[in-house]
């Protein structure tokens, strides 16, 4: 394998991996290694309020952990971070896992009974809290606090730490109720940086950008772990709208950018705004309508990535290959240390191309079997409620075809099933997205005493007033009757949460009565 101007060999790259043979059981506390053996000047993280080299961010790590262990926290003890994406928050994890802490991230942007919530699942001993941090608790570290006990340079002592303990909550989205906490070891952390990194060939040029929040779990391994497994940089962005996101793109020359569908729609309204230091653009979080892939290529030259994946994986699961190779419909190709296929109401494994709800189990052959392991459980009342060990349900209705390409239908629980027929709102939304009065749209069911349920679409237009008749015979050249929306509602915008992904249960209440029939 190549190394990259003087930088990191590829086979460091993968936590000390044995280059043809799946990552060993690496540690967190270890990942920046590697780049400090060779380039411990390169900047790791790029955020807010400044730069940290491989070797600042691992004495910074170093304090924070220190801290950590002097307010108490020992291997197994839960520590809660409602922080900013700036340094503090990616310095405060390395720490974390270095003492052997279980980290769990609350969101910023949630009201005060939702942070609480988060809270009560994850029972922290200490909550670092930033500005928006609404709740008052025992445990409370405030930014002064904070800086005061790292400023300190104390040390914790060196932990053994087990690759496959506890070290990482996630939370779901909770879009069929409480979110449910994810409990993942420091190996399945890791994993998809190590898989990504290897399977798309990054070295030190990596310059991997996101703007989501940094306390969802998922983007602490797809930035910070990714991009050190590298050797390259994270650079840590603050703004999520489309023109503060081009100005991070642009003046710090992020190479990968991933969004969601709704922050790619807006740059493809702005082919304006200078995208052009990008190589890739991934596309996650709910799917990504064909027609936002081709209009986006309009505007800035690059065809997003679309991607698939799941808290409980964690994250990514496929992708699209490097370059512009995609499948209409489909979410990429299956990353080599996963198995997912489809499988039938009675638990049997379809063929090839047959959809069913996709089920997903680590490799079972080839260079990368046996590297990924199932979610370790679920945190519940004070310890970790265990897997029931088998493959990973995914609660999505789907098929993989013979290459690994995945194409994902629809959540299983949101079929809607109209008089005995069954309605895939994903599929519905796709032609809509085709509609250039579109900006958005989501479709939901609407309880009926003859039939069951029917279809209703709450509708984001790109500015004018919601046709609904228009709309409705676009449907009609596309899908079957039974498929078209029979109840029509406009909104300013859909609701979402941090990720991006629309907040399946409010849309009932959109709809209301009020809702238009053509």
């Known amino acids: 394998m190549s190394s990259d101007g003087g930088g990191l060999p590829q086979e460091q790259h993968l936590t000390g991996r044995t280059p043809g043979r799946p990552p060993g059981p690496g540690t967190i506390a270890r990942v920046l290694d590697a780049a400090l053996a060779v380039r411990p000047d390169a900047i790791a993280v790029e955020a807010a309020s400044g730069t940290l080299t491989y070797a600042e961010l691992d004495e910074r790590a170093r304090r924070a952990a220190g801290a950590l262990w002097a307010r108490g926290i020992r291997p197994g003890d839960r520590v809660a971070a409602c922080l900013p994406n700036d340094l503090d928050i990616v310095a405060a994890f390395h720490g974390a896992q270095r003492v052997g802490a279980v980290w769990a991230g609350i969101g910023e942007a949630l009201t005060e009974a939702e942070q609480r919530d988060l809270h009560e699942l994850c029972e922290p001993t200490v909550?670092?809290?930033?500005?928006?941090?609404?709740?008052?608790?025992?445990?409370?570290?405030?930014?002064?606090?904070?800086?005061?006990?790292?400023?300190?340079?104390?040390?914790?002592?060196?932990?053994?730490?087990?690759?496959?303990?506890?070290?990482?909550?996630?939370?779901?989205?909770?879009?069929?109720?409480?979110?449910?906490?994810?409990?993942?070891?420091?190996?399945?952390?890791?994993?998809?940086?190590?898989?990504?990194?290897a399977s798309r060939g990054w070295g030190p040029e990596l310059r991997k950008g996101d703007s989501f929040p940094l306390t969802i779990l998922n983007l602490m391994v797809l930035s910070t772990l990714l991009t050190a497994q590298a050797g390259g940089r994270a650079v840590i962005m603050d703004r999520r709208d489309a023109s503060g996101v081009a100005e991070w793109i642009s003046t710090r020359r992020v190479t990968v950018w991933n969004g969601a569908p709704a922050q790619l729609h807006d740059f493809a309204a702005r082919p304006e705004l200078d995208l052009s230091s990008l190589r890739e653009v991934w596309s996650g979080g709910s799917d990504t309508p064909d027609e936002l892939r081709r209009a986006f290529a309009a505007a800035h030259g690059l065809v997003p990535r679309a991607t698939y994946g799941l808290t409980e994986a964690p994250t990514v699961v496929s992708i699209d290959p490097p370059g512009e190779e995609w499948r209409p419909g489909a979410s990429g190709r299956l990353l080599p240390h996963f198995d997912v296929a489809a499988y039938d109401a009675q638990g049997n494994r379809l063929p090839p191309g047959e959809s069913g709800e996709l089920r997903l189990a680590g490799a079972s052959s080839g260079p990368w079997a046996g590297a990924w392991t199932p979610l370790l459980g679920h945190w519940e009342k004070g310890g970790v409620r265990p897997f029931a060990q088998g493959t990973v349900s995914t609660g999505d209705i789907g098929h993989v075809d013979g290459d690994g390409w995945l194409t994902v239908l629809d959540r299983k629980k949101l079929v809607i099933v109209r008089g005995g027929a069954n309605v895939y709102p994903a599929e519905v939304e796709r032609v809509l997205a085709a509609h250039p009065e579109v900006a958005a749209a989501a479709v939901c069911a609407v309880p009926d005493a003859r039939l069951g349920q029917r279809v209703a679409a709450v509708v984001q237009t790109a500015g004018g007033p919601l046709d609904a008749g228009a709309l409705a015979e676009h449907c009609r050249r596309t899908l079957a009757p039974y498929k078209v929306p029979e109840f029509w509602t406009q909104v300013p915008a859909l609701p979402r949460n941090a990720m991006g992904k629309v907040q399946r249960t409010a849309l009932a209440d959109l709809v209301g009565s009020a809702g238009e029939t053509p």
Do not use: Y
């Not at 606090?145 to 909770?174: C, K, M, N, Q, Y």
């Not at 879009?175 to 940086?193: D, E, F, I, W, Y």
């Open 127 to 197: 909550v670092l809290a930033g500005p928006r941090c609404r709740i008052e608790v025992p445990g409370r570290v405030d930014a002064d606090a904070w800086a005061a006990l790292t400023a300190r340079a104390e040390h914790a002592p060196d932990v053994a730490a087990d690759p496959d303990a506890p070290a990482g909550i996630a939370f779901t989205s909770g879009t069929s109720g409480r979110p449910k906490a994810v409990v993942h070891s420091q190996r399945n952390l890791l994993l998809p940086g190590a898989a990504l990194v």
